[in-house]
Structures are given as structure tokens and as C-alpha cells.
């Protein structure tokens, strides 16, 4: 007997599954051909990502390059401008102190005009040579054992006679005791001199500015706070920024350069210490600098 013969297939059904295999073939050719553009643009993505992240590297470099010689530049500067103008400033002292000069109306006042600006550059050259070192990361500290009470008695002096000259009242409350840190004297008098003459600047004729010193909790604390416009709320977040100014305007048309409380929060902050404003508009403004003992 002879074996049963499959039954034959069916046209109709062959050719739609012949259709079916050329349709999954296409997509198939189809899906790897994009795969293949797909590898090849993330590729190219890739290397062009590279190139641009090289580009910024170097760019970075350079910028950091030419600005560590504008720092330099800047800071030599600053140095060679100070020696003169101090020796400007100290002349100008001097002519002040002569009777033939100080007897004369005339001559005082231009006495008085070269002091005052020449004490106005020098102090802007020792900003600008401050945030130089800041920027640069070159500002150092030399702590040495100092009486922080003496330090600020000393400061107020030539303060009060700036604040006298708007009849501004400048008072100290001091403890009898000295109060012994761990400090760069030079240092914290510039932030001593920043934070008394930006009170003087901003405050009104026959106010008071008040500066306290005392102890607590292992701190040493120095308060500066004065009674002129106060500070709005908005500019309290940008008041320790290099070059920023706000809404407070000089009573007296002085000169401001922005940079003085940047250099004080950051002299204090390598001090190991903090600084703190408290201020409402039209109410004046406290400034307070908590720095530790000696332990």
C-alpha cells in the first residue's frame, strides 16, 4: 500500500504568508537602517559633545590665566598708587597741624580737601587690594593673641572725628576688661574701619552710632549699629556681594565703591567667625561679628 500524500497547501494562504514575510523583512531592513543612523548621530553627537567640552576646558584655562594676571596687574597697581598717596596723606596732615596753615580759612580748606581724598583713594586702594587677594585666594591671616576691646577703642578715634564732621554722635560701650582673641589686628581693623565709615556714610546729621563689645558663649561680639536710613529687604541678600549697590544713598554725596561689607564677611569668615545685618528700612542698620576666644 502506498503512503498518504500531504494534502496540498493552500494558494490563497501561501501567498499571504509569503506577503507577511516580505512585509517583516522590509520592516526589518527598515528598523536596522535607522538603527544604523541612530548609532552613527550619537556618535557624531558624541564627538562633537567632546569637542565642545574641550573647547570649553581651554577656554576656562584661559580665562583663569588672564585672570590671575589681571589680579596681579591690579594688585601691583594698587601698591604702587598707595605709597605715594600715603605720603600725599601724611604731608597733607602735617600742613593741617602748622598754624600759619590751620589760621587760614583758605589754606585749611584745601588742606582739608587733599587730606580727605587722598584718605579716600588710599582706602579704595586697600579695597581694591583686599578683593584682589580674594579672588585670587591669596588673602592670608596672621592671628596673633590681640585685646579686641583696644582694637576697637583705637579704631573709633579717627571715626569719631569723620562723624563729627556731620555732627553724628559716635558712642562706645566697651568692658573695662580686655578681651583677648585670636587675631589678625590689621585684618579686623580694616573691617572695624569699613563697618564704622559705611555707618558714618549712610546716616543722617545728629544721629548716634553705636558701637558695643562683650563676650558670651565662648564668642567675642562687636556690634556696630547706627540710626540712619536702614537697608530695604530686597537688597539684604545682595549686601555682601563685590560691587553691588543698593537703595541706601550716602546723606552726603560720599563716595561708595561696593566692596567694603564683601571684603568684611570674608576677612571675618577666615577668622572663623560670622557676620549678621539687622535692618528695616527708614530704622538704621546693626551689623554684629561674633569671632572666638582664645581657648
Not at 97 to 117: H, K, M, W, Y
Not at 260 to 279: D, P
Request: charged fraction near 25%; include cysteine; charge should be neutral.
Amino acid at each position: 500500500m502506498k503512503p498518504n500524500r500531504p494534502a496540498a497547501s493552500d494558494p490563497k494562504a501561501v501567498a499571504e504568508e509569503h506577503y507577511r514575510l516580505m512585509l517583516a523583512a522590509r520592516q526589518a531592513a527598515l528598523h536596522t537602517q535607522l538603527l544604523r543612523e541612530a548609532i552613527v548621530e550619537v556618535g557624531e553627537r558624541r564627538r562633537r559633545e567632546q569637542r565642545l567640552v574641550q573647547r570649553l576646558q581651554e577656554q576656562y584655562l584661559q580665562l583663569e590665566a588672564l585672570n590671575a594676571q589681571k589680579d596681579e596687574l591690579l594688585g601691583m597697581a594698587a601698591h604702587d598708587l598707595r605709597n605715594p598717596l600715603s605720603v600725599v596723606l601724611g604731608f597733607a596732615d602735617v600742613l593741617l597741624a602748622d598754624p600759619a596753615v590751620s589760621g587760614n580759612e583758605q589754606l585749611r580748606e584745601f588742606g582739608t580737601i587733599i587730606a580727605d581724598t587722598a584718605r579716600h583713594m588710599v582706602a579704595l586702594i586697600d579695597d581694591i587690594l583686599a578683593v584682589s587677594q580674594i579672588e585670587s585666594g591669596r588673602l592670608t591671616i596672621d592671628r596673633e593673641p590681640a585685646d579686641l576691646a583696644a582694637l576697637v577703642r583705637a579704631a573709633c578715634v579717627p571715626n569719631r572725628m569723620l562723624a563729627e564732621r556731620k555732627s553724628i554722635t559716635l558712642l562706645e560701650h566697651l568692658p573695662a576688661h580686655p578681651v583677648i582673641t585670636r587675631i589678625d589686628p590689621l585684618r579686623i581693623r580694616q573691617v572695624l574701619d569699613n563697618l564704622l565709615s559705611n555707618a558714618i556714610k549712610f546716616s543722617y546729621e545728629r544721629t548716634t552710632i553705636t558701637v558695643r563689645v562683650w563676650v558670651a558663649d565662648d564668642r567675642a561680639f562687636i556690634e556696630v549699629a547706627d540710626q540712619g536710613q536702614g537697608i530695604r529687604d530686597e537688597d539684604l541678600g545682595k549686601l555682601f556681594r563685590p560691587f553691588t549697590q543698593t537703595a541706601t544713598r550716602a546723606t552726603a554725596g560720599e563716595k561708595s565703591t561696593g566692596l567694603g561689607l564683601a571684603i568684611v564677611k570674608r576677612i571675618v569668615e577666615l577668622h572663623g567667625g560670622t557676620v549678621n545685618v539687622h535692618s528695616r528700612w527708614g530704622q538704621g542698620a546693626t551689623f554684629t561679628i561674633a569671632l572666638p576666644l582664645v581657648t
